[in-house]
Structures are given as structure tokens and as C-alpha cells.
């Protein structure tokens, strides 16, 4: 092996298995050729297949695991309450009307639930202490993630049980919490720092001080993780050091890892950088020094022998790609912040579609200043003062305003293709392994700009043909309308941070229009976002039953961004190159469900092909439109598939050939109900789903109607 990096190929090893591992047999099969390796001496080779071996292993036993929780969680009854026992690994977060406390695991009916559970309170809950576990009753389900999610309706049924060991560290932390919470009504957000920064509980900031740095592209220095674990670690070392006791800083170092994490709680960040110095302080203790590039790696194999399932962690990814890059690309200080840039830019499209360009130049101005406040916040702990709380306000202050100057280079961008980033960092493990040098870095450089280069593609790309699609948005309604040169979007779903990535990997960055079909949160919650990120040629809403909160805040969006509005009246139709629109609006307001029966209905032209897009009509309203000519090809289900909307009746007026149903996953309405799938399949109706396809494109501009379903990247 030309390399001098002898642990990059086990990391490979283990990290293929477990992307690619489906079962046990799989797994003895590469143990067997390890087997037989060793036997023809090849000790290298078998050593590398023996971490493929661990790698299938680890991923079959995910696979086994998942399954065995999602059986657990369908089987929990829907009509009944369940009790729950959680260890309290954090405390509750505000979530405007709302509180969330999230449990890394649970037993649930007496069953094991090994996936993060998020208990959802719309009380004030009561304070936690130094207890260690929380009891509460509710209904639990799964969401579309996959963990599970908890509501409890009423204050009596949650309580708090056992007392923290006071030899554990966590009760030290908790300690130093409550010590620091009678200033946290007259300093609040101080208080939320300190907690952050020293105790690694980021529950109580707020969003907007998390939006202010995430801007800025700096979010990662005010969260607990490598950055305090690396200064703690450096100033025990230089300490004793100073003291001439250079065995004595290692196995102190050694003691810090081990203490560090049960400290600050169960944090893959803390665990990560934890890994790291141990093993560093245990090379030294054991005489066996090695060098920091296969430190980097056997810290890396490490932790995802630990948590397998970091390996499609988002955090995991940034940690390794920043520290890799100074380590094998940056040999030079100058190429040390362009290096990083180009390890985790497209980590940071992928996951979260969001850049801050210059993240990393705003990252270095700010890490004194967030160490300065670190060293603060430690003594804030110590002693709890209103004036060391001041000089952290005093801190953030400053931070929030170079934030705020880089924020205009943020922005929501393409995600670069899965292919794409395969082959990138694949490919720069390869590169670790078996090359050296300038060669290693060149090699390194050219694949990351593979993904870069496929993010401004795809943020670049415009469609060919007229299309429809219905964004997988989740429980609530985005339809997308394009055409070559323009787009239109119908309703917002329920949240920004689905819907702007979904748009940025198609490559919309103008709207000629928004309809708005009513102003529920489902549909309107993430368009307050699109207007602030997206240029909008208008927005169109009902002139019916327009109000609420998440209407104003539509109505203060497009006043800030200067966006025109057109109440849509019945007959208002509007042409966007190949894409023909008009307006069926209700001539009353009803009755029963007056919001969703005026909700604007579209009917669709482009080219041969016609689409009725119903909005949250309910039978009166399709009742109505039943008595005009609503005859349509395509039929976007009313109400998620409600059993309210989509009657035989209304079906023999529209005759459709496909229907789009826009639902989440696991959503707690059942919908869409059965007996609308009924009514599709009796009319011969050929159905797809958000919830079990994803995103469904419609080709619309050839002589077939072309069905393909999209799987979006994270988000």
C-alpha cells in the first residue's frame, strides 16, 4: 500500500458494509474470506475484509432493530392511551403554543423504543429538577421520520420519578442548571447561552437567536461540541505541562473523554470529540504515538462502531470532512480555510440545502468571541452573577451583528445529486488511502468540486415540457406547475424548511405567481418564506374567509417584499407560457367548513391535458362545482383524500384518468380514508401517493400523461 495512512482502508472497509450490509449471512460470508485470507497469509487484506464483515454485521442488526421498534410502534392502539417511562436526557424547549421534551429512548406499554421519542405538551409542564426519568400517559405514534411522537393532554398526566446518584456527573450538570435559573427571568437569553455554550443544554434559545447564527453560517460554534471538548482538553494539557507533568496530562486527558460525555448527556458531537482525545491520551500512555491522519480515521472507525447509524449523520459528516480536510488537504495555513470550505459546502447542501457564503471567514471572526464567552459562561456556572450574564449579552450582542452583516450572502441552494457526492467522498477515502502528498490533495480537490458542480446544475435546470408536481411536503398541500421559462406554485404546505430545498433542487428561483387556495396552516405555512427568499410575481388569494395568523403573516411577507396581490375572483384566468389557469371561486360562503368550501379551485391547461386542483373542497363544495364543466384528466384529491371531499358523484362530473393525493406519512387523520381509494378504484381511477412515492411529477407535454415519482434529498 503506497499510502502512509494504514487505517483509512479498515474505515472504508467498515463504512461499505454498512452502506451496502443487508444480513447475518452476508456478514459470515466476509468473516469466512477474512478466515481464509489469514490462512493464505494476507493479514492486510483479511484485516479489511474482517471490517466489512463488522460492517454488514452492524447493519443487519440496524435493520433488525428498526424493524422490531416499527413493529412496536404499529402496534400500539390509536383509540386508547399509553404510558410511557423515559430517562430525561434534556429539558423542555418552547415551541410556541406549545412544549417539547425529547427522550433519546423510552419503554412504551413496557416495550423497548429504540428511537428518539418527543413528548408534546400544550401546558406549561412542570420544572424538571435533578429527577431522572419522566412517566406520562398519551397517545403515541410515529411520524413520517419514523420516531415516535407523544401528546399529552393535561398537566396530570406527567410526573417526574427517581433522584440522580449524586456521584453521577449529569447531576452535577443539572445542579449547575438549576443554579443558574432564578436570573433566567430578567436574562434569558443569557441564561439559554451560558446553558448552551458551558452544560450543553440548547433547549431554551430561542429561534431567533439559532436563525441569527445560522445566517451567518456559525450555528455550529454555539451548540457543545468539539470546540469546548478541544479547548477543555488543551487546557488541561497545557497546565499540567506547565507543571512538568507530562504523565499525569495524559491520563487526565483520558479521564476528561470518559467524563465528558455522561457529563453533557448523550451528544454524538460530545461522543465524537470525546473518541478523539482518548485515543490520542491513550497512544501516548501506551508509548505507541502515531500520527494525527490515522488518529482522524481510527477516531472515525470508532465512533461508528459505536453508533453505526452516524454513518448518514449530518454531523458526523461536517466533523470528519473538516477535520480531513485540514488534515490531508491543507498542508499550507493559506489553504487551510479554503480547504474546509470545499469539504463541507457540499455536506451542508446536501443535508440542509442552506449555504452562508464566507461561513467559514465568519467563523473564524467569531471563534475568539465565542470562546471569550465560553470562558464566561464557565464561570457564570461557578458563580452566577447578573454582570458575568451581562458580559455574555455584551458577547452575543457582538456576534449577532457580524452575523447580521454576512447574512445577506445566505440562502436556500440545489443539493448536489446522491451520485455526485458518492463519488466525491468515496472517492477522497480512496485518495487518503493510496496516495501521498500533493498528489493526495489535488486528487482530494478534484473530487469535491464534483459536487459543487452538480448543485449548480441542478439549481440551474429548467424543465423541457410542461409539468405538475405534488411535492412530498408531508400532512398539507405544494403543487408546482412549470413550464419552460416559468413556474407557479399552488399553496406552501405546512413549513419552509420542507418546501424552499424542495424548490431550490428544481432549479425555482422566480414564481410568476402563488395561489394561495385557503389560509390554513397546512397549505399557507411555509409561503412567508417563499416570499422572502423567492421572487414573486404575485400572490393570489380568496377573497372569502381570509384571515387568522397564518394569513397576516402572508399579508406581511408580501407588504415587506413588495409583492402584489390579486383576490382571485370566480372566472380570473391567467396564462404562463404553456400553462393555461383559471379560477373556479365559490359564490357563497357555506355553512358546514366554510374555509375549506372557498377554497380557490384551478383548472389546469397545458397542452392537450387538463388538471383540477381542488384545494381542501368539501362535498358542498363539490356539489357546486359538479354543475359546471370540471371534466379533467388529472384530479388532485381534495382534503388529502378526506373522507369529506372526493364523492362518486363528483367524480362522474370530472372523469379523471390519474389522481394525486398530497398526504404525510403516518399522519394522525388516517387519510387518505379508504373509502375515497374506494371510490377511485370503482371509477377506474389510477391513484398515487405523497405518502408512499414521494414527489409525483406529470409530465404533461407529450401525447401520454408520464407518471415518475421523485425521492428528495435530506432536508
Not at 403 to 420: D, E, L
Amino acid at each position: 500500500m503506497k499510502g502512509d495512512v494504514p487505517a483509512a482502508l479498515p474505515l472504508i472497509g467498515y463504512a461499505a458494509g454498512l452502506a451496502c450490509g443487508h444480513s447475518y449471512a452476508e456478514a459470515a460470508g466476509f468473516a469466512a474470506v477474512a478466515v481464509l485470507l489469514v490462512a493464505m497469509r494476507r493479514a492486510r487484506m483479511a484485516f479489511v475484509c474482517a471490517a466489512v464483515a463488522g460492517g454488514v454485521f452492524a447493519a443487519a442488526h440496524l435493520r433488525a432493530a428498526r424493524a422490531a421498534t416499527d413493529a412496536a410502534l404499529a402496534a400500539l392502539p390509536d383509540d386508547r392511551f399509553v404510558s410511557v417511562v423515559a430517562p430525561l436526557d434534556a429539558d423542555w424547549r418552547s415551541r410556541g403554543d406549545s412544549d417539547s421534551l425529547r427522550c433519546q429512548r423510552s419503554i412504551v406499554n413496557g416495550q423497548p423504543i429504540d428511537v428518539p421519542l418527543t413528548i408534546y405538551a400544550r401546558f406549561e409542564p412542570p420544572p424538571i429538577g435533578i429527577e431522572r426519568t419522566v412517566i406520562a400517559e398519551g397517545f403515541v405514534r410515529a411520524n413520517d421520520r419514523g420516531e415516535a411522537v407523544m401528546t399529552v393532554k393535561s398537566g396530570r398526566l406527567i410526573a417526574y420519578a427517581g433522584r440522580r446518584p449524586r456521584w453521577q456527573p449529569a447531576t452535577w450538570n443539572r445542579q449547575l442548571v438549576l443554579r443558574l435559573r432564578p436570573f433566567a427571568r430578567e436574562h434569558p437569553t443569557e441564561v439559554a447561552l451560558v446553558e448552551a455554550l458551558a452544560l450543553g443544554r440548547s433547549e431554551r434559545l430561542d429561534d431567533a437567536v439559532r436563525a441569527s447564527y445560522k445566517r451567518g453560517g456559525t450555528y455550529h460554534l454555539l451548540v457543545f461540541s468539539g470546540l469546548q471538548i478541544a479547548f477543555a482538553a488543551g487546557a488541561i494539557a497545557l497546565l499540567l505541562r506547565w507543571l512538568r507533568a507530562p504523565r499525569s496530562s495524559d491520563w487526565s486527558l483520558l479521564l476528561f473523554a470518559l467524563l465528558a460525555p455522561p457529563f453533557i448527556g448523550p451528544s454524538a458531537s460530545v461522543s465524537r470529540a470525546s473518541i478523539g482525545v482518548a485515543l490520542y491520551a491513550l497512544s501516548r500512555i501506551l508509548h505507541r504515538p502515531t500520527t494525527l491522519e490515522n488518529l482522524w480515521c481510527v477516531a472515525a472507525l470508532a465512533r461508528l462502531i459505536v453508533a453505526p447509524a452516524d454513518l448518514t449523520d449530518a454531523a458526523f459528516h461536517l466533523t470528519y470532512a473538516g477535520a480531513g480536510a485540514l488534515l490531508f488537504v491543507a498542508r499550507r495555513r493559506l489553504l487551510a480555510l479554503p480547504a474546509v470550505e470545499m469539504a463541507i459546502t457540499p455536506l451542508t447542501l446536501f443535508h440542509f440545502h442552506q449555504y452562508a457564503l464566507g461561513g467559514s471567514l465568519v467563523t473564524m471572526l467569531l471563534t475568539p468571541l465565542i470562546f471569550a464567552m465560553l470562558v464566561v459562561s464557565v464561570a457564570c456556572c461557578a458563580i452566577p452573577s447578573a454582570a458575568l450574564l451581562g458580559v455574555v449579552g455584551l458577547l452575543h450582542r457582538l456576534c449577532t451583528a457580524i452575523n447580521g452583516g454576512a447574512a445577506f450572502a445566505f440562502g436556500y441552494f440545489a443539493a448536489p445529486a446522491v451520485a455526485a457526492m458518492i463519488v466525491a467522498y468515496g472517492g477522497a477515502l480512496l485518495a487518503i488511502a493510496f496516495l501521498r502528498g500533493r498528489w493526495r490533495a489535488a486528487a482530494m480537490l478534484a473530487l469535491l468540486a464534483v459536487p459543487l458542480v452538480s448543485s449548480i446544475v441542478r439549481g440551474t435546470r429548467d424543465v423541457a415540457a410542461p409539468q405538475l408536481t405534488v411535492l412530498d411536503i408531508g400532512q398539507g398541500d405544494a403543487l408546482l406547475l412549470r413550464a419552460p421559462g416559468h413556474a407557479v406554485l399552488v399553496d406552501a404546505g405546512p413549513e419552509q424548511a420542507r418546501l424552499l430545498p424542495m424548490l431550490a433542487d428544481r432549479g425555482v428561483r422566480r414564481l410568476d405567481a402563488v395561489v394561495l387556495s385557503h389560509a390554513h396552516p397546512d397549505h399557507c405555512g411555509g409561503l412567508p418564506a417563499v416570499i422572502a427568499h423567492r421572487r414573486v410575481g404575485s400572490v393570489w388569494i380568496s377573497p372569502r374567509r381570509f384571515r387568522g395568523a397564518c394569513a397576516q403573516a402572508v399579508l406581511e411577507a408580501c407588504a415587506a417584499r413588495e409583492v402584489p396581490i390579486h383576490l382571485v375572483r370566480d372566472g380570473d384566468a391567467a396564462v404562463f407560457g404553456a400553462l393555461s389557469l383559471r379560477a373556479l371561486v365559490a359564490g357563497r360562503t357555506f355553512k358546514r367548513a366554510p374555509e375549506n368550501n372557498a377554497s380557490v379551485v384551478l383548472r389546469l391547461r397545458a397542452g392537450r391535458w387538463t388538471a383540477l386542483l381542488t384545494g381542501d373542497v368539501e362535498r358542498d363544495g363539490e356539489e357546486r362545482l359538479a354543475e359546471r364543466d370540471v371534466a379533467a384528466d388529472i384530479l388532485k384529491v381534495a382534503h388529502h383524500g378526506s373522507r369529506t371531499s372526493t364523492s362518486a358523484a363528483f367524480l362522474d362530473a370530472v372523469r379523471p384518468r390519474l389522481a394525486l393525493i398530497s398526504c404525510g406519512r403516518r399522519n394522525t387523520f388516517g387519510h387518505p380514508h379508504a373509502s375515497v381509494l374506494e371510490n377511485l378504484r370503482r371509477a377506474g381511477v389510477r391513484t398515487w401517493r405523497t405518502d408512499r412515492s414521494g414527489a409525483i411529477e406529470v409530465g404533461l407535454g407529450g401525447a401520454h400523461l408520464v407518471v415518475r415519482p421523485e425521492v428528495d434529498t435530506p432536508r
